[in-house]
């Protein structure tokens, strides 16, 4: 019979100068953290029967004894201890393969003391009157149960907003008032090439339009599926070549280009989700059509008075659905090239009514938070990367480290700021004018214990749309996860390439490098690292990684397109 108490012994010394193979012992049970524990011998029987009733009738010499060990016998939550209910319980839980020891590489290469659980085994027990002492943990011990840390956490939020009130106020004593918003509106107006971006933005209706006509001569029969497929990709791929041709040549405006560009993205991935959908629309038309030929017709009027019937009473549970191919109107298409969201259907979930109170709320948080982050950039960011210059220029390691720490504090702010005001204000307030009614547009990605869980949850019409459209179907075809995983983050590298490089005018694949990054550091979060440990690799990953892609393309820009970094600076307007 193994040591059912879960705990390995030594052959060494332990309390009053006794050898135990597998001690029980109410003062060695306390003392679970002594170094003796180096020899598991939970396969030793023998001694069991004699312990069990030395622990037996040490615990039941009072009937009040008795009954409350019964108490607590019954109560499978608490594991304060309980030395009889664990001699008589056949699992093992010993440190070396009881049922906590993880699984896989630290399991393996580490110590069974490194995961012996914390909580007590001695009864915790009903405190009696006029005494002061009991058994129980401190609160920041993991076994204690104590979770409020509310305290804490507002301490931690005060020293944040003073910590970085100071840099605020030494920004301003430095530099002055740099925070300028017409300045912004004179880039656009004084560069007669940024005008092509409206231009490039307004011809993306060409390829929309071109890719309904298809649809249309699909759901007459006009076209095959084949040829149709040929048009499609061709018509998706000049939907990217066009715009990325006119800015390159042009040199337009980099900021403007990166947001005409990003609109462009998202119109190819939900031309990509509309034709998708309704292929498969037909194809499960031609199914149906199939069966329907097999199947008996209606033989009276009153059965197909009975199943219009039917079809009214879901319409008004559910409302009325659009059915293939009454779905391929203009209105419905610029609806859905206008939703937030990149996957389509025939019948998007609408809400009641537009609330006008929240839309007002949506609408002042667009505007204020736009002109936040444009003053942070202003104010903050551009005169770090000003300063940054001569350290790149140098190669000088450590100040090139001391300006990456400090342009990562304003570059985290500004991005936790765009991500409130892009999926929460700016697509809320889109979804609330057109009455979009799925408003998941991000999950609790601050809480992702991987890089995976992140991506996951910080952008969810993104990862609809891969995982619908790339991932799955990729599954269906044989691929494994990991292939398909890959697939994935492949395919996010090169748009974020797309993005950057082009406006750019230079191609050093820093940012395709980056996301393809995140495939080995996925597998390590979700591997090897614990949760907690995970969250912070995903925070430090955000908070450290963009400032490197920031410098990394401000030395190559410049060294490309000037030829050197001395006495260079960067200036809106």
């Not at 609330?432 to 990605?445: K, M, N, S």
């Not at 950057?500 to 191609?507: A, E, Q, T």
Request: charged share 20%; hydrophobic share 40%.
């Amino acid at each position: 019979m193994a040591a059912a108490n879960g705990y390995c012994a030594s052959s060494n010394t332990i309390s009053n100068g006794r050898n135990l193979n597998c001690q029980v012992s109410k003062d060695y049970l306390q003392n679970e953290s002594t170094d003796e524990i180096s020899e598991c011998l939970c396969n030793i029987s023998g001694n069991d029967d004699e312990v069990k009733s030395k622990t037996v009738t040490s615990n039941n010499r009072t009937r009040k004894r008795k009954s409350k060990q019964a108490k607590t016998k019954q109560d499978s939550d608490n594991l304060d201890g309980h030395v009889s209910d664990k001699l008589t319980t056949p699992t093992n839980n010993c440190p070396k393969h009881g049922p906590h020891m993880p699984q896989g590489f630290w399991g393996r290469n580490l110590p069974g003391w490194c995961f012996e659980p914390e909580y007590f085994v001695t009864e915790k027990g009903e405190k009696r009157p006029h005494e002061i002492h009991q058994n129980a943990d401190s609160l920041f011990s993991t076994s204690s149960g104590f979770t409020n840390y509310r305290g804490l956490l507002n301490l931690c939020l005060i020293l944040l907003v003073l910590s970085n009130a100071r840099l605020f106020l030494e920004n301003i004593m430095k530099y002055g008032i740099l925070i300028d918003p017409i300045s912004w509106l004179h880039l656009f107006v004084k560069d007669p090439y940024n005008w092509p971006n409206i231009i490039v933005l307004l011809s993306t209706n060409v390829f929309i339009l071109f890719a309904f006509a298809i649809e249309k001569l699909h759901a007459k029969d006009f076209l095959s599926e084949r040829v149709g497929t040929v048009f499609k990709g061709l018509n998706t791929i000049l939907l990217l070549v066009y715009p990325a041709t006119v800015v390159y040549i042009l040199h337009t405006s980099p900021v403007f280009s990166v947001n005409t560009l990003g609109c462009v993205t998202i119109v190819f991935l939900k031309l990509i989700s509309y034709h998708c959908v309704n292929r498969w629309c037909r194809e499960s038309l031609k199914t149906q059509t199939r069966k329907m030929g097999r199947s008996k017709t209606l033989t009276s009027e009153d059965e197909a008075a009975k199943q219009a019937k039917m079809v009214a009473a879901n319409e008004k549970i559910i409302g009325k659905q659009v059915y293939y191919p009454d779905n391929l109107n203009l209105k419905d298409m610029y609806y859905f090239m206008c939703a937030p969201t990149l996957c389509y259907e025939l019948n998007f979930p609408r809400s009641a009514r537009i609330r006008k109170r929240f839309l007002m709320k949506r609408i002042i948080e667009i505007l204020f938070l736009w002109q936040l982050m444009l003053g942070l950039v202003q104010q903050w960011v551009i005169p770090t990367l000003n300063n940054a210059m001569q350290p790149l220029d140098q190669m000088n390691l450590f100040k090139v480290l001391e300006r990456l720490l400090k342009l990562a504090v304003p570059n985290h702010f500004i991005w936790l700021i765009f991500f409130y005001w892009f999926f929460h204000s700016f697509l809320n307030a889109l979804a609330e004018v057109l009455r979009f009614g799925d408003r998941v547009f991000y999950h609790d990605w601050w809480n992702a214990e991987t890089v995976s869980d992140f991506w996951k949850n910080w952008n969810i019409p993104v990862h609809r749309w891969a995982s619908r459209h790339l991932y799955k179907p990729m599954l269906r075809q044989g691929f494994n996860k990991l292939t398909g995983s890959v697939a994935v983050f492949f395919v996010s590298a090169f748009f974020h390439e797309y993005l950057l490089s082009i406006p750019l005018r230079m191609f050093k694949v820093w940012a395709f490098t980056a996301m393809l990054g995140q495939v080995p550091l996925a597998l390590m979060t979700g591997k090897y690292l614990d949760s907690k440990t995970g969250n912070i690799v995903v925070w430090l990953s955000l908070i450290l990684g963009q400032p490197v892609a920031i410098l990394a393309y401000v030395h190559d820009y410049y060294i490309i397109n000037v030829g050197t970094l001395t006495n260079q600076t960067i200036t809106i307007g």
